[in-house]
T-cell receptor
């Protein structure tokens, strides 16, 4: 049981480039979300999804795009990378309400935009 | 707006001490509270989950309590070990918005031999 898998683990981008951070879970969880972690600011929610075909914005959505075509996958797209998007990105999943279980996190993607 | 605060920001203790990490939140309307551990350069590992109807949860040397009315949770670590050194994060799932977590900024713990 792999849990939540994120790829790549590290990435360096030039300003203006685009890329997709991949996230996959094999636990049949309905809820998936993306967070970014910056020093002194904790983890902040970028986008989230409560099921296939349903996505919504979190606290810091600008510059990012998501889609959820399957239950398993929730990719995060950077449309035109900026140095302010240098951060560590975490994907998380949860079975949702009523299951008595919390969130499971991936190991993260460390992104540097130069 | 829900805000989560963790005090202290950093803590250094000798091995063997019992210690308490604090987490406070401004809105008592939460569905659950989750404690995580994060090692340097790594992801988050879930330690304990407390539902809003529960008062505490225990796992090994860890005990987490929840006082929803006062907006507080504590993580108690018994007989600390150098391997406990990490950053500890608490996060709340707001009632009615359980599809997202609101995190504190964490307590960085160092346990020295």
């Amino acid at each position: 049981n792999a849990g939540v898998t994120q790829t790549p683990k590290f990435q360096v981008l030039k300003t203006g480039q685009s890329m997709t951070l991949q996230c996959a879970q094999d636990m049949n969880h309905e809820y998936m979300s993306w967070y970014r972690q910056d020093p002194g600011m904790g983890l902040r929610l970028i986008h989230y999804s409560v099921g296939a075909g349903i996505t919504d914005q979190g606290e810091v959505p600008n510059g990012y795009n998501v889609s959820r075509s399957t239950t398993e996958d929730f990719p995060l797209r950077l449309l035109s990378a900026a140095p302010s998007q240098t951060s560590v990105y975490f994907c998380a999943s949860s079975p949702g309400l009523g299951f008595g279980r919390g969130y499971t996190f991936g190991s993260g993607t460390r992104l540097t935009v130069v | 707006k829900q805000e989560v605060t963790q005090i202290p920001a950093a803590l250094s203790v000798p091995e063997g001490e019992n210690l308490v990490l604090n987490c406070s939140f401004t809105d008592s309307a939460i569905y659950n509270l989750q404690w995580f551990r994060q090692d340097p350069g790594k992801g988050l590992t879930s330690l304990l989950l407390i539902q809003s109807s529960q008062r505490e949860q225990t796992s090994g040397r860890l005990n987490a309590s929840l006082d929803k009315s006062s907006g507080r949770s504590t993580l108690y670590i018994a007989a600390s070990q150098p391997g406990d050194s990490a950053t500890y994060l608490c996060a709340v799932a707001p009632f009615g918005n359980t599809d997202k977590l609101i995190f504190g900024t964490g307590t960085r713990l160092q346990v020295f031999p």
